[in-house]
């Protein structure tokens, strides 16, 4: 039995209180196993966002990549969602999304090993050393270790992931069923 479609993307755009019906609500199942009974409402809606860019969604992204990083918290394994609420929050190149993206990568060994680690500098490499160098945040320290080590990457490289990754998704998000 499939689930049925959520609300297209222009229902959740023009009311941000909508945004709730998304929020990652954490339980465990039958047998103790950690569930997000959300997990799948917000999946279709990044796929959706993916597969139709829509301007000025940016709060709405970095919503979701909040509900994804606290649904990676509470369970193990990489889910391609979180990846996909990254990518659309990088691709804004708001320099202070570098901390959302920064916890998505940091919640778990698996985020760490799924997330692609450019996304980081999506708003440009000098630029966000530089704002992380500057910054009192409580992380700073350990990003700016990260960073250093990244010392090779450019912007062209950072674009090329983006523009890989949204390609990706795109390619196997838009391929019927069975092909």
Same mark, same amino acid.
């Given at each position: ?9 222009? =229902? =959740? ?8 019906? +998304? ?6 199942? #039958? /047998?103790? +196993?950690?569930v997000d009974i959300r997990w %799948? /409402?917000?999946?279709?809606?990044? &796929? ?15 919503? @979701? ?9 509470? $369970? ?6 979180? &990846? +996909? ?11 202070? #999304?570098?901390?959302?993206? =920064?916890?998505?990568?940091?919640? $778990?060994? #698996? ?21 992380? $160098? $500057?910054?009192? *945040?409580?992380?700073?320290?350990? @990003?700016?270790? *990260? ?9 062209? %490289?950072?674009? !090329?992931?983006?523009?890989? !990754? ?14």
């Amino acid at each position: 039995m499939s689930r049925p479609a959520v609300p297209d993307l222009a =229902w =959740w755009c023009e009311d941000p209180e909508r945004w709730e019906l +998304l929020e990652f609500d954490g339980q465990h199942d #039958d /047998d103790g +196993l950690p569930v997000d009974i959300r997990w %799948e /409402d917000r999946q279709q809606v990044l &796929e959706a966002l993916i597969l139709t860019p829509e301007p000025g969604i940016g709060d709405f992204a970095r919503y @979701l990549l909040v509900q994804e990083t606290e649904r990676h918290r509470h $369970s193990w394994g990489f889910g391609h969602s979180i &990846e +996909l609420a990254a990518l659309i929050v990088a691709e804004e190149r708001r320099i202070e #999304d570098v901390w959302l993206l =920064w916890n998505a990568i940091c919640r $778990s060994f #698996d985020t760490w090993c799924g997330l692609p680690h450019r996304l980081l500098l999506a708003a440009g490499a000098a630029r966000t050393v530089e704002y992380v $160098s $500057s910054s009192k *945040h409580p992380q700073r320290d350990n @990003l700016l270790g *990260h960073l250093g080590q990244m010392n090779e990457t450019d912007d062209d %490289e950072v674009a !090329r992931t983006l523009t890989e !990754r949204r390609r990706h998704y795109s390619r196997i998000l838009g391929e019927p069923a069975g092909e």
